[in-house]
Nanobody
Framework: QVHLVESGGGLVQPGGSLRLSCVASGGTFSTYGMGWFRQAPGKEREFVGG????????SYADSVKGRFTISRDNAKNTAYLQMNSLKPEDTAVYSC???????????????WGQGTQVTVSS
């Protein structure tokens, strides 16, 4: 079972940028699709973006297309979420997820990280 740990969250002003990292251990990272999800207060967890095992296929929620970029480095067992042009409505707890062989597009995944808080506010 792969174990995931996120980092990189924090407080940023509107229009700013953050890069989240998700480090995996305990499994063969390159056999997992990786995804990022977020949950804002009082809302359900939602899909943000996903990437396949090789990094050749990515998918994004409409709300973040053109602003967020997901990537991965299999040599470092790490997935990234680069977030640019951040808006207050991006404020949420961001969690990474892993799913064997396919891109995590739903909440049914093999492993989840504990989450990292992202707050966009002036």
């Amino acid at each position: 079972q792969v174990h995931l740990v996120e980092s990189g969250g924090g407080l940023v002003q509107p229009g700013g940028s953050l890069r989240l990292s998700c480090v995996a251990s305990g499994g063969t990272f390159s056999t997992y699709g990786m995804g990022w999800f977020r949950q804002a207060p009082g809302k359900e967890r939602e899909f943000v973006g996903g990437i396949n095992w090789s990094g050749s296929i990515t998918s994004y929620a409409d709300s973040v297309k053109g602003r967020f970029t997901i990537s991965r480095d299999n040599a470092k067992n790490t997935a990234y979420l680069q977030m640019n042009s951040l808006k207050p409505e991006d404020t949420a707890v961001y969690s990474c997820a892993a799913r064997k062989l396919i891109v995590p597009l739903t909440l049914k995944n093999d492993a989840w990280g504990q989450g990292t808080q992202v707050t966009v506010s002036s």
